[in-house]
T-cell receptor, first 116, second 112 residues
Framework: AQSVTQPDIHITVSEGASLELRCNYS??????LFWYVQSPGQGLQLLLK??????LVQGIKGFEAEFKRSQSSFNLRKPSVHWSDAAEYFC??????????????FGKGTHLIIQP | KAGVTQTPRYLIKTRGQQVTLSCSPI?????VSWYQQTPGQGLQFLFE???????NKGNFPGRFSGRQFSNSRSEMNVSTLELGDSALYLC???????????FGPGTRLTVL
């Protein structure tokens, strides 16, 4: 069974500083990888996704992520964070078989705090 | 294009009751998936529907069920509610399942 690990439960970053959120996955085949963001009381908003091709993917709000197969990682980065980036971030892996989705497997999330 | 909508947004029930949650996918999307989010267990996959058929199911008891209508709208039902069913229930839609899922705002269920 696939699994996703987000090692950092909380991360505190100063506004304007760079950010990297870690994500490691376990999956037997080439995974479909996603980063979602959730603000308090809200649903999940897709930041970016990796299906195949270029291992560096660009997303919304200035985020990017790099797929590293050798390290089973899909870390999220942003060069300069804004106070509005404070939220919960989830990494997820998708398993698709027989034309259907078996559902996304999510990490436990990383809570991002922005210091002024 | 309108996003995924879920109704109601908040719900309070008592143990033993049953509840029905509704999800309207993005127009043109035929796959609807349901997830449960709790502080302890995080986000967990419940089931996925495509063209009115349940294609996949997560590891939840039979008290959790769902259905999908011909217009792709989906409902989720939980019978004999338990305190542990208190959670945020999220619905996600995608074109055909094997692609990106877009989430609704969720229904916050509180069981007293």
């Amino acid at each position: 069974a696939q699994s996703v690990t987000q090692p950092d439960i909380h991360i505190t970053v100063s506004e304007g500083a760079s950010l990297e959120l870690r994500c490691n996955y376990s999956y037997g085949a080439t995974p479909y990888l996603f980063w979602y963001v959730q603000s308090p009381g809200q649903g999940l908003q897709l930041l970016l996704k990796y299906f195949s091709g270029d291992t560096l993917v660009q997303g919304i709000k200035g985020f990017e992520a790099e797929f590293k197969r050798s390290q089973s990682s899909f870390n999220l980065r942003k060069p300069s964070v804004h106070w509005s980036d404070a939220a919960e971030y989830f990494c997820a892996v998708g398993k698709y078989s027989g034309g259907g989705a078996d559902g996304l497997t999510f990490g436990k999330g990383t809570h991002l705090i922005i210091q002024p | 294009k309108a996003g995924v909508t879920q109704t109601p947004r908040y719900l309070i029930k008592t143990r033993g009751q049953q509840v029905t949650l509704s999800c309207s996918p993005i127009s043109g999307h035929r796959s609807v998936s349901w997830y449960q989010q709790t502080p302890g267990q995080g986000l967990q996959f419940l089931f996925e529907y495509f063209s009115e058929t349940q294609r996949n199911k997560g590891n939840f008891p039979g008290r959790f069920s769902g259905r999908q209508f011909s217009n792709s709208r989906s409902e989720m039902n939980v019978s004999t509610l338990e305190l542990g069913d208190s959670a945020l229930y999220l619905c996600a839609s995608s074109l055909k399942g094997a692609d990106t899922q877009y989430f609704g705002p969720g229904t916050r269920l509180t069981v007293l």
